[in-house]
């Protein structure tokens, strides 16, 4: 099993930043990438962005050229440095590791959220 803790978010004006920081901790050896998803009231929860172990990254649509993730893998740390927030921004921020396990599913875990709202 894998135990994520968030930290980092909070209030925000709309053009400011925030960084929100992962830990990770039990098997993390079986983790082939870690990410950041977001779930805003009344919407499906969305993919913000991820990053493999290999250091590949992906980021959502609405995100990219804004927000950056980083990943440290001696602190077993994954990192989302969010800049010009938008009040489309506010959200509860989860962060997400998985494990590859072709042909099956990937195995996900979770962590327990962190609320970040940008005011206008």
């Known amino acids: 099993q894998v135990q994520l803790v968030e930290s980092g978010g909070g209030l925000v004006q709309a053009g400011g930043s925030l960084r929100l920081s992962c830990a990770a901790s039990?098997?993390?050896?079986?983790?082939?990438?870690m990410g950041w998803y977001r779930q805003a009231p009344g919407k499906q929860r969305e993919l913000v962005a991820k990053?493999?172990?290999?250091?590949?990254?992906n980021y959502g649509d609405s995100v990219k050229g804004r927000f950056t993730i980083s990943r440290d893998n001696a602190k077993n740390m994954v990192y989302l440095q969010m800049n010009s927030l938008k009040p489309e921004d506010t959200a509860v921020y989860y962060c997400?590791?998985?494990?590859?396990?072709?042909?099956?599913?990937?195995?996900?875990?979770w962590g327990q959220g962190t609320q970040v709202t940008v005011s206008s």
């Open positions: 039990g098997s993390i050896f079986s983790i082939n990438g």
């Open positions: 990053i493999t172990s290999g250091g590949s990254t």
């Open positions: 997400n590791a998985y494990t590859v396990r072709s042909p099956l599913p990937n195995k996900n875990y």
